[in-house]
C-alpha cells in the first residue's frame, strides 16, 4: 500500500473542490493511506515582496518535510505521463518510505524547498491554482494506483 503525505499551503474554500478531494481520497482508499497537511497560507498584496512571502511560507513548510522521499510540484519540475509517473510512484514506494508531495501556494514554493527535495515534478507546462493542483494531484496518485493494481481507469 502506498503511503503518501500531500503537504501544501492553503485550504479548499469552495465546496466542489473540497467534494472533488473527498470522492478521490475514498477511491484512493484502498490502494494508498493518504494524509493531507494544510499550511496557512500568507496574505500579500501588490506592494508586498513576494520572494519574502514564499519564504515565509516556506520555512512553515520545512517543518513538515523530513523522513520519506520529498516531492516538490513545481513548474520547473520534470514533466511524465500517467505511465511514467506510476512507475515512478511504484519504484519508490517499494523502499516503504511515505512519499511527501509539497505544494506551494499562490506564488508557487520558495527555492529553499526546491533544494531540498529528492525530486521536482511539474503538472503541466500550464499554470493552475494551488486548489486545481491539489485535485489534479490526488487524481493522478488514485490513476497512478489503479495502473499499478492493473485496474480499469486509465484508457
Known amino acids: 500500500m502506498l503511503k503518501i503525505h500531500i503537504v501544501l499551503i492553503g485550504k479548499l474554500k469552495e465546496n466542489y473542490w473540497i467534494q472533488a478531494e473527498k470522492e478521490y481520497l475514498k477511491r484512493l482508499s484502498p490502494y494508498a493511506k493518504v494524509t493531507i497537511t494544510s499550511v496557512p497560507e500568507r496574505s500579500f ?6 520572494e519574502r512571502v514564499k519564504k515565509i511560507e516556506g520555512e512553515k513548510l520545512k517543518k513538515y518535510l523530513g523522513g520519506g522521499i520529498v516531492v516538490a510540484m513545481d513548474e520547473s519540475g520534470k514533466q511524465m505521463d500517467s505511465i511514467e509517473f506510476a512507475k515512478f510512484l511504484g519504484d519508490n514506494s517499494t523502499k516503504g518510505e511515505e512519499i511527501k508531495f509539497v ?3 499562490p506564488l508557487g514554493l520558495d527555492k529553499s524547498i526546491i533544494e531540498k527535495v529528492d525530486y521536482v515534478v511539474s503538472l503541466s507546462k500550464l499554470t493552475f491554482t494551488h486548489q486545481i ?3 489534479i494531484l490526488i487524481e493522478q496518485i488514485y490513476r497512478a494506483a489503479t495502473i499499478i493494481n492493473n485496474k480499469k481507469y486509465h484508457y
Open 45 to 50: 498584496g501588490k506592494g508586498d515582496d513576494k
Open 103 to 105: 505544494i506551494g501556494g
Open 133 to 135: 493542483a491539489r485535485i
